[in-house]
């Protein structure tokens, strides 16, 4: 899902930079923020760095493909 899909969502369709603020402060790991991904493709921030967000949505799409 992208930033402005969760803002749509939560019914602020503009509200997607807030959507990004609110993510980047989350630590709750019961929350699972780094599948929030840009409009364009791209990752996006992860408050516990960019490459972990990559390596982890890497991972998950790896456990798709094998369920």
Do not use: Q, W
């Not at 503009?14 to 603020?21: E, I, L, P, S, T």
């Not at 791209?42 to 990559?54: H, I, V």
């Amino acid at each position: 899902m992208t930033y402005k899909e969760v803002a749509k969502n939560a019914g602020r369709p503009r509200a997607f930079r807030v959507v990004g603020n609110i993510l980047h402060a989350n630590y709750d790991p019961a929350i699972p923020c780094h599948r929030v991904v840009r409009s364009d493709g791209k990752t996006g921030g992860y408050n516990r760095g960019a490459d972990r967000k990559a390596r982890l949505l890497k991972e998950e799409a790896g456990e798709m493909r094998c369920a």
